[in-house]
């Protein structure tokens, strides 16, 4: 009768500690915040992202670089500034003048002056101006594009970073949830221990099998400060560690959209094939340009001129270069070259886009391909064997190795499992790259 009631005893105690597990998962899952402190941060992934896209350095840098593109233009469009000449000619500063009247000599330099000025502006032809101002615009539109490519290299980075903190927290929590588990085997074992049911080596074996557990759980908290100081990089935020924290869903979804789908969305979506495409049309302008820079500008002057005692005179002149010889042929030349250069880039883009797109869709479907089992079966496999050796073991149907052996078994699948969601994370993080939008949230 003693033997059942202590039996009954060790089920009630196991149960109740895969209850506290189970409870602790629950209630504080692997994307949930811990307690928080009055000044702790606790930040989802739409304010990381927010957060990033107003402190980043990097992009803030290149988002100025956008501005001095667009100051550009107003260079691109300025007029030519007219040209004014001023002149005194046929001054006699060491000669006298004789006064033929009185037959004096006086020294009178300006008596014979000429005073002329005038003023001139070259007029360009062939809507120069107007061909510079539009080469300026698709250079800013260029640069917008690829500040905008900038900033999907690094939004991959942050989302992988935060993926890398969320599971850094998920592989913590299962540490803590296997040491509070293996902390009730001890306590049984101790009392089996008291009872005379288990050995003295037995109980040390268990016993001294718990610093590895402990091994874990330091090495999961490292882990995560490291994660986390990353993203604090990236955010270019000086918040200790211990006052900042990220919540998220860290799970997977099998739904998974057509590969054509995704590559239409790449197409639409990518900011480096923009780019290319932009830099073709700023080809063509510049061919334009270069053409139009090798048309002949008159320049219009308008003089005026006094020699006292005769009248004011006012005259008109116009100067038109001799294009005798074509000085802008090679740049004409090479413009023309350069469209199709672009042209080749532009291809080389769009091949890179449908690359980007099937690797990285493969890889999500790899990763779905592999959790799908460990979901609906391996996990639950394995905390049913757990449980059961455990049980069995306690009640003398096992020994203590095959109880080790489920543990180490149970901890490994569902380590396996919390590393596979990460993978499929950072896979879904590179398919938003390769699309150019977060086309999986």
């Known amino acids: ?256 959209q057509t590969l054509d789908s995704f590559e239409q969305a790449a197409l639409q979506a990518r900011p480096d094939l923009e780019a290319a495409l932009q830099s073709v049309e700023q080809a063509k302008t510049n061919y334009k340009l270069a053409k139009a820079n090798g048309s002949a500008d008159p320049t219009f002057a308008v003089d005026s001129g006094a020699n006292p005692p005769l009248p004011t005179y006012v005259g008109v002149n116009v100067t038109i270069p001799i294009r005798i010889f074509d000085r802008n042929q090679g740049e004409k030349k090479r413009t023309q070259i350069d469209i199709e250069r672009n042209q080749q880039l532009t291809e080389a883009a769009r091949s890179q886009v449908f690359s980007d797109v099937d690797s990285a869709y493969e890889q999500v479907r790899s990763e779905l391909a592999l959790l799908r089992p460990y979901r609906d079966q391996y996990r639950a496999q394995a905390t049913r064997v757990r449980d059961t050796v455990t049980y069995a073991y306690q009640h003398g149907g096992a020994s203590l190795m095959d109880f080790l052996n489920a543990q180490s078994d149970y901890r490994t699948v569902q380590l396996s499992y919390l590393q596979l969601v990460g993978t499929y994370l950072t896979a879904t993080a590179q398919l938003n790259l390769a699309v150019g939008r977060e086309v999986i949230q």
């Open 1 to 256: 009768m003693k033997r059942i009631l202590y039996s009954w005893a060790v089920c009630c105690v196991l149960a109740a500690a895969f209850q506290a597990a189970c409870l602790n998962a629950q209630t504080a899952p692997p994307g949930s915040p811990t307690t928080a402190t009055g000044t702790q941060q606790t930040m989802t992934w739409e304010q990381v992202k927010a957060r990033f896209e107003s402190a980043n350095p990097t992009l803030k840098a290149d988002a100025l670089n956008v501005d001095e593109m667009h100051a550009e233009e107003i260079t691109a469009y300025l007029r030519p500034n007219p040209t004014m000449s001023f002149t005194d000619d046929q001054l006699y500063p060491f000669a006298p003048h004789i006064d033929p009247n009185t037959d004096t000599t006086n020294y009178r330099p300006l008596t014979n002056a000429l005073t002329t000025g005038s003023i001139s502006y070259l007029h360009e032809r062939e809507h120069k101006r107007e061909l510079r101002l539009e080469s300026a615009k698709e250079g800013s539109r260029i640069a917008g594009s690829l500040h905008e490519d900038l900033e999907r290299n690094l939004m991959y980075n942050l989302r992988v970073a935060f993926v890398q903190t969320l599971e850094a927290k998920a592989v913590l929590e299962l540490a803590k949830a296997d040491l509070a588990y293996y902390d009730h085997i001890i306590e049984i074992s101790k009392e089996r221990f008291k009872a005379g049911d288990l050995a003295q080596i037995d109980l040390d074996r268990i016993e001294l099998l718990r610093v590895q557990y402990e091994s874990e759980i330091e090495a999961a908290t490292v882990n995560l400060r490291s994660q986390k100081i990353a993203l604090l990089q990236l955010l270019d935020d000086r918040t200790p560690v211990d006052r900042f924290d990220v919540t998220g869903e860290f799970d997977f979804s099998s739904n998974l």
